[in-house]
């Protein structure tokens, strides 16, 4: 995929959907082929386990890296921007079903982007915040037993700052531990994170998200939007980036807001009107 630069400024996403849709969702067969232009890629054999690719053990494997990248861009445009959360859990299972994370993981071992355990936790939030629960809870499970592998091995697990979807072993066991519904111990994890830097915004929005998520499993929507309002009114402007990721993840919480404006507007107007 590209992007072109313009000379004038542009509008809207840089992501043409039904292209994208096209060329990552309607995948060609092996023996299909086009004399004139057309839409869709061929992923060969990437999903065969009996097939070797050479150097998908080692550096090499950036390129799988870059097209697993290409599916998750693609589903949270669709999830976060678009509000579709069909279509982005069509295309994690697309990514899933044609180039496996399990088999084609991030480049290893001299490229600082992310471990297994991050990227599989990343399939895992997505897949949870478009609602397919079961999905989140397989992918996070993969996740917490890689990064658990990873640890009793006695190696030094690597963490890339620079990159936002990067996770250290921490984020990913309360992360993890959040979407499989252990969230006592996902709380405990975000505060010795809190102790060690009080700073820790990222922390602070995820425990504020733990406390919302307990109160909608428990079916009390209620406290969940009351929980919901009062994180947002402690970050302050509505453009915060905390509120902008929680708002992400609880999306019909917003909606809660939206609609209790609404309400206080139209009241306000009547009394001006009387």
Not at 22 to 37: G, R
Not at 56 to 77: E, G, L, T
Request: one cysteine or more; a negative charge; charged letters at 25%.
């Amino acid at each position: 995929m590209a992007q072109r630069v313009m000379p004038v400024a542009q509008s809207g996403s840089p992501i043409d959907v039904d292209i994208m849709r096209k060329c990552l969702i309607e995948t060609l067969p092996d023996d299909e082929y086009y004399t004139d232009q057309h839409y869709g890629f061929k992923f060969r054999g990437l999903n065969d386990p009996g097939v070797y690719f050479f150097g998908q053990d080692d550096h090499r494997r950036p390129i799988n890296f870059y097209y697993h990248q290409i599916y998750i861009q693609f589903a949270q445009q669709l999830l976060y921007l678009d509000n579709d959360r069909e279509g982005a859990i069509a295309v994690l299972d697309k990514m899933v079903e044609t180039i496996p994370p399990t088999k084609f993981g991030p480049p290893v071992p001299y490229l600082p982007y992310l471990e297994d355990y991050g990227f599989l936790t990343k399939i895992a939030e997505i897949y949870r915040d478009a609602g397919a629960t079961e999905k989140a809870r397989e992918w996070a499970q993969k996740a917490l037993d890689e990064a658990d592998a990873i640890v009793q091995s006695g190696a030094i697990p690597r963490y890339d700052s620079r990159n936002s979807q990067d996770y250290t072993v921490d984020q990913v066991r309360a992360r993890t531990a959040t979407i499989l519904g252990n969230y006592r111990e996902a709380s405990q994890i975000y505060e010795q994170m809190l102790a060690r830097n009080p700073n820790n915004q990222s922390a602070k929005v995820e425990q504020d998200g733990i406390r919302i998520e307990q109160a909608l499993a428990s079916g009390d929507s209620a406290t969940a939007q009351k929980l919901f309002d009062e994180a947002l009114a402690s970050y302050g402007a509505a453009g915060d980036q905390r509120a902008l990721l929680l708002g992400r993840r609880f999306p019909s919480l917003v909606e809660g807001v939206d609609a209790a404006n609404q309400e206080v507007t139209a009241s306000t107007s009547e009394t001006g009107n009387e």
